[in-house]
Every structure is written in structure tokens, then in C-alpha cells.
């Protein structure tokens, strides 16, 4: 537990973290701060124009700062689990995206403990420079720089498959990037309720 505590007092101070999640292991920090994104983008080497994604505790908190509703039912279903919705932005983060944004509710154990305690939207972002792999281990993360703060949890594996991003208008789903939940396996589950899939 301490490993989750230490992660939410540097996100409360605009700090930085490597975490493990249900897909990848991600960079984070709150999506509340200008700087704490800012630092990301940095660590990345990624243009500041470019998509990130935000991690909510649930839904209640993803309508704080995006308009759920054409994805509503769909993100009752998916949701917790690996498929990212891109949504329409309430403008309220710091990200450079202002239209929309790509949230999701993540499975993994330390990811819900942190969200027991913790109010705030977090980016999730794979931890790898722009170009390069994704880190699937600890020994993956030696790259970051010491203010980042790195989680300790049970050997640091994830499973290495990213999440699924979709995005949903009136009844119509739009597959951005198909990853972990398969486009046949969506299908199987949205076309009986009237959606198509493009």
C-alpha cells in the first residue's frame, strides 16, 4: 500500500509516476496540471500536439470532463476493462487536445486502490520514447529520470496489449485503434443492440 500512496502524493504535487495498468505500463500524472502534462510530453519526446489518454475512477468522474452521452450504454458495458472511449472534452484538462479526449476505467488492482483515494483524472500514456516499444517490465522503466516515481508492484509485469480505442456517435462506432478487446469480439457484443461498426 505504501507503493499507492507515494504515487498519489506525487500526483498531488504535480509529480510524475510509472504505474502498471491492465494494458501497459503507464506514464501518469494529473491532467490537471499544465506542467505535470507538459513533463510528460517531455519524457516522451512526443509532439504537444498529439492525443493522450485520461484514467477516471468511474463514469460519474468521466462526465465530469467529457460528454458521455452517445457512448453511454457502450461504456456501461466495456467499462472497467481495456478499451479507451474518445469522447467529447469539457475543456476543464490540461491537455493539449481540446475537443476530445480518450478515457478509460482500468482493472488493475493498483490503479483501483489509487482511485480510492485519489479525485482526480491521471494520463495514462505507454512509457517509451516516440517510436519505440512500450514498457511491458520494471527493467523497461531504467531510462526515466529519478524525479520520476515508479511503482513497485509484484514483479512489474503487464499483459502488453494495448487498449482499444473507440469512438461512438449516435450508433455508430468508429475503431481507432483495435487492441486488446478484438473488433470481432465488439461486434459480437454492439451490433445486437444496433450499432455498426466502421
Known sequence: MIEVFQCIE??????VIAYP?????????????ADAVNRIYDLKERQHTSPVSILVS???MASDYATVDDSLELMNIF????VTFVL??????KIPTKETVGIRISTHPFVEIMFKHLDIPIITTSINKTGSSPALSRE???WLPGDVFVADWHGGEVIGIPSTVIEVKDKSIKIHRE???????????AKPLGYKIF
Open 10 to 15: 506525487a500526483i498531488k504535487r504535480d509529480g
Open 21 to 33: 495498468t491492465d494494458t501497459l505500463w503507464g506514464l501518469g500524472a494529473s491532467a490537471l496540471s
Open 58 to 60: 468511474d463514469i460519474d
Open 79 to 82: 467499462l472497467p476493462g481495456p
Open 88 to 93: 467529447p472534452s469539457l475543456d476543464k484538462l
Open 140 to 142: 523497461d522503466l531504467e
Open 179 to 189: 487492441g486488446y478487446m478484438s473488433r470481432k469480439a465488439m461486434e459480437s457484443i
